[in-house]
Structures are given as structure tokens and as C-alpha cells.
């Protein structure tokens, strides 16, 4: 039986109201979530970001939500994350992470909101205990396979990770839609700040987790028995999904930062009365 450990919680206050910062011990290592507490029978909800951000990929969405009790995640290496004991962790390992974190908060069903990587592992953890999750948004969620050619491309840009601020610049394109960059050159910023904490070895243990080793998630997709609709944006790199209901609107891959007020309306509505 796993045992966990949770550390005196920091009182983290970069937004209007205050949340609490806890650590909580899971197989991958000590993770990072940050609780906005709400007295209410609601469902509560737990929002997971994607490669090279952080929690604060949500504050836009978060401070507009203050009827239920709103946990956002750290995800391995990233933002508060940092002790990180597992050396070969994968997005399986991530999924199992998800749901420790449930069972420490004795959270028996959530509505869980994610972005790329954060979609990602919600949609395994879904698959595998449906009845924790009442609901869940997917935002900007890969869901293919990546090729050998695309494998080979990262492999080949890992080598401009000495490069730092190229390799940053690089990034944002995938990232961020053209458009989008050139409505609001700030979205560049807004990735430095929790890039620049990632060493080069934790970039590429990231990347062989999420992108080279991900396998195909097309049946989970299609075999989905909980409520769910995704988010994509009409630059983004990912496909359409098929079988659940999509949404596209106007940016690239980072929907939260690139259209937040939209993303905001698209989970209120999806979650009313739940």
C-alpha cells in the first residue's frame, strides 16, 4: 500500500484570493497542488497543464470560477514540482500520480480540466476509474502516436537546448498560433517564466514521456464513458478528435493563455449543475 506525506501547507497569493500550496508524496515523487478552497456541495475541480508551463496556465480561469473548491497541479519538474525521485518516469506513471492525488484529497469524483500533456493523462486516468470523473475538458490534447520523423525531430532539436533562448523561441511557435503571438507578444513571456526553471535533462525526460514515448490514444478515445468535450484551436498542431465533441476556436496549441476568456465560458457551461 503506498504511503503518502503531506507537507504544512504555504499560503500562495499571486492572485486575489488566496490559495494553499501542499505537497503530496506519490510514486513519480513529491508534487505540488494548489487548493482554492469553496464551502459548497459542488464538484470540485483539478486542472492539469501541459509541457513547459505551470499551474498558473489556469489563473485567468480560476479566478472567475469561485463556486466550488479548485485544485490546479504542478506536473513532474514543472512550476513547485521539483523532487522528483522516479528517474524514468512515464505519462502512465502520471496517470497513477492523478489519481494518488485524488485518493490523498479522498476526493471520490472530480471534474477535471487539462491541457495537452494535463488532457493527456486525464484521458488515461478516465479510462481507467471513469466513475472518479464526472466530467472532463480536454484542451489541445494529442492523441496520436508521434511518427519516426517526428521523434527524430525532437531528438535533433534536444541538441539546441544549449541554445537556451532559441530553443524557448522555438517552442513558443509550437506552441503559440501566429496570430496570436501578434496580438499579444507577452504569451512569449509567459512561457519564459516557467521554462527558464527546467534544466536541459528535465526538458528531455519531459519530452520522451509525453511526446516519443506516448502511444496512440485513439481507443481510449473512442472507448470514453464519461461526459466530455475538447478544446481545439485552429492553429493548433493536434487533429481533430473523433467521437467526442470538439469545440475549435481562434489560437494555437495553449487555448488557457491564447483565448482564456472563451475556454473560461466553454467549462462553465460544460459544467453547470454538476
Known sequence: MKSYLLIAPI???????PAQINYIQTNIGKIAIHKMENKTDKLPIIMLHGVYFDHHLWDEQVKHIDDRTIITIDMPFHGKS?????????????VDMLIEILDHLQIPK???????WGSMT?????????????????CNMPFLAAS??????????????????????????ALFGATSINKNPKLIEMLKRPMSILS???IKQT????????????????????KTIAIKGKEDYVPIPQN?????????HSSPLENPTMVLNVIKDFITFR
Open 11 to 17: 499560503l500562495f497569493s499571486s492572485m486575489s484570493n
Open 82 to 94: 521539483r523532487e522528483i525521485t522516479k528517474p524514468d518516469w512515464s505519462l502512465n506513471d502520471c
Open 110 to 116: 472530480v471534474i477535471a480540466v487539462g491541457h495537452s
Open 122 to 138: 486525464i484521458l488515461r486516468a478516465a479510462n481507467k476509474q471513469p466513475e472518479r470523473f464526472s466530467s472532463i475538458v480536454l
Open 148 to 173: 519516426k520523423k517526428n521523434k527524430l525531430a525532437i531528438r535533433l532539436q534536444h541538441s539546441m537546448l544549449v541554445f537556451r533562448n532559441f530553443y524557448t523561441k522555438q517552442a513558443a511557435k
Open 200 to 202: 536541459n535533462s528535465q
Open 207 to 226: 519530452d520522451k514521456a509525453v511526446i516519443i514515448n506516448a502511444e496512440d490514444a485513439t481507443r481510449l478515445i473512442n472507448n470514453l464513458k464519461v
Open 244 to 252: 467526442i465533441k470538439i469545440l475549435e476556436i481562434e489560437g494555437g
